[in-house]
C-alpha cells in the first residue's frame, strides 16, 4: 500500500510527474498528493519525492533465513532429435550466465537433470561450466509432463535450498517454472533479458515490461531460491571446456503414475525444416507489407537464394499465411541470426524485441518512418515487389560469375 | 458443465510507449481491450457449448483489474459468456503472478467451486509472462494443459491440441483441469446487436477482497515475492545507413554490394 504523509507532502507535483502509470495525482483543492487505483506499486515516485511524504509498506525480511539457501541451479531441459537426446541450447546459454552469476556470488552451479536414460548427457554440462548435476532418471521421466517435472524438481530444490533457479522460457519451461513457483509459494520472473547480482547479493531480473516499451528491474526479496526464466538466444552460449568436471549425484526419485494427471496421447511432429527459426544463421521475414499470400513465393525465393529460413511477423500468423512456429516476436520466438532481412515489416515493438539481437538487419520498406529502420544496419526506402526481384536476378548474376571464374 | 474462463483487460500495447526524457510512460489515446488470447479461451468455451448441448454447459468468466475492466467483461458477456465476475479492490493492488494467482483461486474456490473446465489465455499481452495460469492450477491443484490449440471433450476427459515447439502434441486429463489458449480461431468478432443487447441483461458483478472473503495478507504488494526495483526506458538503437530505393536497380545493387563486403553471400 503506498501511503501519503500529508503533514510531509508539501504538492510539489514531482511525484505526479515521475509516476509512470498516473496513477498519482495533487488535488488542487488540498495540494497534497493522491493516490489513483491504477498504481502499480512500482516505487518510482517514493524515489522522486524529495519530502519523504511517500513510502511503501513491505514486510521484513529475514537476513537469517535467507542466508541457509546456496547455489546456481539451472533446469537441465534436453530433447529428442534424430532418436537421440540432446541438452537444449538454452541450456548451455544458461549455464553461461549462471557460472558468472554463481562466482559472483562464490556458490557452486548445478543442474537438474531429470529424464530417463539421460546420464549420457552430462559430460557437457560439466564442459560448459556445472560444478554438480542432480541426476533423476525414472521411466516416468522419459517424456515431459507437467507433474512429473514440477514434483521431481520442487523435491530437488526443496532439499537442496538453492539461492537462485533458472529454466528456460521454452514452452516446457513457461509450462513447469510457474507450477514449481506456486508449489513452493516462490517469485518467478519470466523472460528476463538481464540477470546480475547487485550489492546485497540479490539476484536483480530485469525484463521488458508493456511489449518492450518498458524496462522493469525486479527483486526477490524475501524468498529463496530466486527464480527466473529466459528465452532462448537471450544470453550467449558458454564456450566448452572439455577437460572440465564434476560431481554427480543421484537423485532417488519417487513418482507413480498416478501422480502424473496428464497423457499424452499422441505427437505430430512437422516434417517442415523451416520451423526451426531459432536455429537459422540467415532469416528471410515477411510482414503484412507483403498484402498477398501469393507474394510469400518471392519471400521463399530470396530465402532459397541467400540459404536462409522463412519466418514472419505476427501479422502473418493471424492470417493463417505462416504457422505459428515462424513468427518472430514477444508472441512468438526470440531470434539472433546472423542475418535478418525484413520486407514489409513495420517494426511495431512486439517484433523488435524478438529480432534486434540478429548480428545484422537489413530492411525495405515503403515507408520512411516505419520503426524497424531505426535497428536496421542497412534499410531501402522503396517498393520491395520491384528491389526484391531485381536483386535475385542481380544475385544470381554474381553467383553465375564467380562459378564461371578460373581456378 | 460449468466452465470458468479466466481474462485480463490490457492496454492495446503498441500504443504505449516511454518518453525518452522523462521515463514516463506516454498514454494519450491508449485505449484498453479484451486480451487476445482471453478471446481464443472464451471462443473455445463457446464452441465447446455449441458442440455439446447435452452437457448444458455455462460459461463463467472472472477477471481481477480496476474497475474499468467491467468494459471487458461485458465483451466476453457478448460473445458469449453467461456470468461474470470482477475481482476488483485497492488491496489487491502490486500483486506480482504468485498474488495475482492467488486472488484468481480464492475467486473460483469462492464463486464455482464446482467447476469442471477452467480456460485462460496463454499469456496477456501487456505482461507476457505466461505464468499466471499454471499457478492458479498448481494452487487449485489440477492439472494444466498449455499453449492449446483446440479443445475437445471426450468421455468426460479434455482432450487438447498443444504446440509444441516441433509441432504438435495431442493432450488428455481428467477433469477437472485447466487449459490455455496460445491460437484460435475467431479473432476480434464483432458480435451482433441481438448479442450486445443480450448482454446487458446478463449477471455482471463487481466483488471486493471481502465479498468472496480473501484474507488480505494473501495479496497484493505485501504477499508479492516479486518486487520492482526499477522501471526504465530501453537504450535508444541507432540505425544504420538507410538509402532511397526509387530506382530499384540501383536499390537492388547497393543491397547485393553491402552482403558481399559484409560476407553473406557464399557460392
Known amino acids: 500500500m503506498l501511503k501519503v504523509d500529508y503533514e510531509a507532502c508539501t504538492g510539489c507535483k514531482v511525484c505526479e510527474k515521475v509516476c509512470p502509470f498516473a496513477a498519482i495525482i495533487v488535488v488542487p483543492e488540498t495540494k497534497k498528493a493522491k493516490v489513483l487505483d491504477t498504481c502499480t506499486l512500482c516505487g518510482t515516485c517514493v524515489n522522486a519525492c524529495k519530502f519523504e511524504a511517500l513510502s511503501i509498506e513491505r514486510r521484513a525480511i529475514s537476513e537469517e533465513e535467507l542466508a541457509k539457501f546456496s547455489g546456481v541451479f539451472v533446469w537441465g531441459e534436453w530433447e529428442k532429435k534424430e532418436d537421440s537426446n540432446k541438452i537444449k541450447r538454452v541450456v548451455l546459454e544458461l549455464l553461461g550466465k549462471g557460472r558468472e552469476l554463481a562466482e559472483k556470488l562464490g556458490e557452486t552451479l548445478s543442474v537438474i537433470l531429470p529424464g530417463y536414460n539421460v546420464e549420457h548427457l552430462i559430460p557437457e554440462l560439466f564442459h560448459h561450466g556445472a560444478d554438480k548435476v542432480y541426476l533423476c532418471d525414472h521411466v516416468l521421466l522419459e517424456q515431459y509432463t507437467t507433474d512429473g517435472y514440477a514434483t521431481t524438481i520442487s523435491s530437488v530444490i526443496a532439499t537442496e535450498k538453492p539461492s537462485i533457479v533458472l529454466y528456460g522460457a521454452t514452452p516446457n519451461g513457461r509450462d513447469l517454472a510457474p507450477r514449481i513457483a506456486a508449489r513452493l509459494a516462490l517469485g518467478l520472473t519470466a523472460d528476463c533479458t538481464g540477470l546480475d547480482i547487485n550489492e546485497s547479493r540479490q539476484l536483480l531480473q530485469t525484463r521488458p515490461a508493456f511489449g518492450g516499451n518498458i524496462m522493469a528491474s525486479i527483486l526477490s526479496p524475501y524468498t529463496r ?77 530470396l530465402a532459397q537464394e541467400l540459404n536462409g529460413t522463412v519466418s514472419g511477423s505476427r501479422a502473418l500468423v493471424d492470417l493463417g499465411w505462416i504457422p505459428h512456429p515462424q513468427q518472430v ?35 525495405i520498406n515503403n515507408d520512411p518512418e516505419a520503426a524497424i529502420f531505426k535497428v536496421s544496419d542497412f534499410g531501402i526506402v522503396g517498393n520491395m515487389f520491384d528491389i526484391v526481384p531485381e536483386f535475385i536476378k542481380q544475385l544470381k548474376e554474381y553467383k553465375r560469375v564467380q562459378t564461371e571464374k578460373p581456378g | 458443465m460449468k466452465i470458468v474462463v479466466l481474462v485480463k483487460q490490457v492496454p492495446e500495447a503498441d500504443k504505449v510507449a516511454v518518453d525518452p526524457e522523462t521515463g514516463t510512460l506516454i498514454r494519450e489515446g491508449i485505449t484498453s481491450i479484451l486480451n487476445p488470447y482471453c478471446e481464443y479461451a472464451l471462443d473455445e468455451a463457446v464452441k465447446l457449448k455449441n458442440t455439446h448441448p447435452e452437457e448444458n454447459i455455462e460459461i463463467i468468466t472472472i477477471s481481477m483489474g480496476p474497475p474499468q475492466t467491467k468494459m471487458a467483461l461485458l465483451r466476453c458477456l457478448e460473445l458469449g459468456a453467461d456470468k461474470a465476475y470482477l475481482l476488483s479492490d485497492r488491496k489487491f493492488a502490486g500483486s506480482d503472478v504468485w498474488a495475482t494467482s492467488t486472488a484468481l483461486k480464492e475467486g473460483v474456490v469462492n464463486l464455482e467451486p464446482e467447476f469442471d473446465l477452467i480456460l485462460a489465455g496463454k499469456q496477456a499481452i ?12 498448481e494452487q487449485l491443484g489440477v492439472p494444466q494443459i498449455t499453449y492449446g490449440v483446440k479443445v475437445q471433450i471426450v468421455d468426460k476427459k479434455v482432450e487438447v491440441k498443444r504446440e509444441i515447439e516441433t509441432g504438435y502434441q ?84 547497393n543491397l547485393l554490394e553491402f552482403l558481399i563486403v559484409n560476407n553473406y553471400i557464399k557460392e
Do not use: C
Open chain 1, 329 to 363: 516476436g514477444q508472441s512468438g520466438k526470440t531470434v539472433a541470426p546472423t542475418l535478418y532481412l525484413a520486407l514489409g515489416i513495420s517494426g511495431a515493438i512486439q517484433h523488435l524485441v524478438g529480432m534486434s539481437a540478429s548480428d545484422t538487419i537489413i530492411s
Open chain 2, 170 to 253: 495431442i493432450v488428455s486429463a481428467r477433469m477437472p483441469a485447466l487449459v490455455t489458449m496460445s491460437k484460435g480461431s475467431n479473432i476480434r468478432r464483432i458480435p451482433s446487436m441481438k448479442e450486445v443487447l443480450n448482454a446487458r441483461k446478463k449477471p455482471l458483478e463487481v466483488l471486493t477482497a471481502d465479498d468472496i472473503g480473501i484474507d488480505e495478507n494473501k495479496v497484493g504488494l505485501k504477499a508479492s515475492p516479486t518486487q520492482v526495483a526499477r522501471i526504465f526506458a530501453p537504450p535508444e538503437k541507432v540505425g544504420g545507413e538507410i538509402i532511397d530505393g526509387s530506382d530499384h536497380i540501383v536499390a537492388a545493387k
Open chain 1, 225 to 301: 531460491p530466486q527464480m527466473s526464466s529466459v528465452r532462448p538466444n537471450v544470453f550467449s552460449k558458454s564456450n566448452p571446456d572439455s577437460s572440465r568436471t564434476g560431481d554427480i549425484v543421484r537423485v532417488n526419485v519417487n513418482l507413480n503414475r498416478i501422480t502424473i494427471r496428464t497423457k499424452i496421447v499422441e505427437e505430430i511432429v512437422s516434417q517442415d525444416d523451416s520451423i526451426n527459426i531459432e536455429e537459422a544463421k540467415v532469416l528471410v521475414s515477411a510482414g503484412k507489407g507483403i498484402g498477398d499470400k501469393e507474394n510469400l513465393k518471392l519471400i521463399e525465393e
Open chain 2, 126 to 137: 501487456d505482461g507476457d509472462t505466461a505464468q499466471v495460469p499454471a499457478e492458479i492450477a
